[in-house]
């Protein structure tokens, strides 16, 4: 099925949000540089913002089955992607049947060959990744641009596109180990070794990859970037959500939950939300690792009672606990 009427633009708002409910002391200064910068993330409206908008004209988006399409732009280095972690999780548990997450890449960080909003240089970014993972309440080392800094997010983006080529389903899984690598082990993604270990923890091809990558991937994310800029993205996260008479919601930047809800129920109101199991066992056999703000996201425990039944099961060696300055993560241990 195609929807042939235009893709239209609703926008859901851009409510202030941050993870822990706290307003930023220098917010101003923040929006300033964003306004110049993309690699610099709003805390406030949460989006990792780009220098320029296209247009939403005469775009025609292909579905399947399912009765909402959600076109998703993101990058594996956007900070505020990796803020809504908790909320997407969540989204795709209570609303899987209903929805479709197409994944394009939107390419946040072509290289340093520029000087504007107070980042010329790797260094600048370290700074700014630790303010933010205190917003989203989710554990960002920012240690990675003094250590071993990324050049682009160009190569894992193209690397995902790849991904894609083998499995939608691994290509999450392998976007979501190369954010791991970045936010909290300072692993510089942009290296080749780096991708291709990524891309073995979640059993992909790593021969095909590499050929894809060097070949046909690079074609599809060009693709991507060309959607983005015709679809108007001016930063990341954007979700699209398009029903197929082609009537459309937006969610810019990171929101809570009920602006994702409420964005599937506006184009289809007869959406049905389904019950999910909700214990620690179940939630880590759907999503191998969580940090506290997912846990608490899914399980509707409270942030502190989350994070104590985490520490619990991970002295009981049912849990591996990765721990940073900003924050830890618990992964199941089979």
Not at 57 to 85: A, L, M, R
Not at 300 to 314: A, F, H, P, Q, V
């Amino acid at each position: 099925m195609r929807f042939y009427k235009n893709l239209l633009v609703f926008s859901l708002g851009m409510m202030s949000f941050s993870g822990n409910g706290q307003t930023p002391k220098n917010s101003k200064t923040m929006n300033e540089q964003t306004k110049n910068n993309p690699l610099l993330c709003d805390a406030e409206t949460g989006v990792c913002g780009l220098p320029e908008v296209g247009n939403n004209d005469n775009i025609s988006i292909e579905t399947k089955e399912k009765s909402v399409k959600v076109i998703y732009f993101t990058d594996p280095i956007c900070s505020s992607c990796w803020g809504i972690e908790p909320q997407l999780r969540k989204m795709k548990l209570e609303y899987g049947k209903e929805i479709d997450v197409e994944y394009h890449m939107g390419g946040l960080l072509p290289d340093w060959s520029y000087n504007s909003g107070g980042i010329s240089k790797p260094s600048d970014v370290a700074h700014h990744w630790d303010e933010v993972s205190g917003y989203y309440d989710m554990p960002i080392d920012g240690d990675v641009w003094l250590e071993d800094p990324l050049d682009s997010s160009y190569p894992p983006s193209i690397a995902f596109k790849a991904a894609q080529l083998q499995s939608n389903e691994k290509a999450i899984l392998f976007m979501r180990e190369l954010r791991e690598f970045v936010f909290l082990k300072k692993k510089n993604i942009a290296r080749w070794e780096n991708i291709a270990l990524a891309a073995k923890k979640v059993n992909l091809d790593v021969n095909q990859l590499k050929s894809d990558y060097e070949g046909k991937a690079k074609t599809l994310f060009e693709n991507d970037l060309k959607l983005a800029r015709e679809l108007g993205v001016r930063g990341f996260p954007t979700l699209f959500f398009v029903n197929p008479r082609g009537e459309t919601q937006t969610v810019y930047g990171t929101k809570p939950y009920p602006f994702y809800e409420t964005a599937i129920l506006t184009v289809n109101p007869k959406a049905t939300k389904a019950e999910f199991a909700k214990d620690w066992e179940s939630l880590f056999k759907k999503y191998n690792s969580l940090t506290a703000k997912e846990f608490a996201e899914l399980s509707g425990k409270n942030r502190k009672e989350s994070e104590r039944i985490l520490d619990e099961l991970s002295s009981q060696k049912k849990l591996e606990k990765f721990t940073t300055k900003n924050g830890s993560m618990w992964t199941l241990i089979n």
